[in-house]
């Protein structure tokens, strides 16, 4: 891997800190957070995802649920370069408030899911 690269992607590194990229069907979320932003804007979630450090990229599909279990929105990241991603998820229609859900899924085209994550929180 060249300098450059290593600047803007330490991550990729994978003798940095003892990290060592797996193979597709062990691949795992490390961690998936949400948290809403507080300003005067639109309601808006901003999402961390982590994953473990991959030998081949990774597909992730993140869907924002109400309280009814419906999809407000959702978000693909296809073969993102690192392995920890910040995006935005706007919230759109009625419910601005209450009971919200959030389901990521990490996985490969021709693979079965690589793991799945469900996370609750009221905003």
Same mark, same amino acid.
């Given at each position: /891997?060249?300098?450059? @690269? ?5 991550? +990729? %590194?994978?003798?940095? %800190?003892?990290? =060592?990229? +797996?193979?597709?069907?062990? /691949? ?5 957070? #949400?948290? *809403? #932003? ?6 808006? @979630?901003? =999402?961390? =995802? ?11 599909? #993140?869907?924002? @649920?109400?309280?009814?279990? $419906? ?14 991603? #910040? ?7 009625? $419910? ?9 899924? @990490?996985?490969? *085209? ?14």
């Amino acid at each position: /891997m060249s300098d450059d @690269l290593e600047f803007f992607f330490p991550e +990729l %590194n994978p003798a940095e %800190n003892g990290i =060592v990229p +797996l193979p597709a069907q062990e /691949m795992r979320f490390m961690d998936v957070k #949400v948290e *809403p #932003v507080l300003d005067n804007g639109p309601l808006r @979630l901003r =999402v961390y =995802v982590e994953t473990t450090a991959f030998q081949k990229r990774p597909y992730m599909e #993140v869907t924002l @649920l109400d309280s009814q279990g $419906q999809e407000i929105t959702s978000a693909s990241i296809i073969e993102p370069m690192q392995r920890k991603n #910040v995006f935005t998820l706007h919230i759109r229609g009625e $419910q601005q408030s209450g009971k919200f859900g959030l389901h990521a899924r @990490l996985f490969y *085209p021709d693979q079965p899911d690589s793991d799945t994550r469900k996370i609750e929180f009221e905003i």
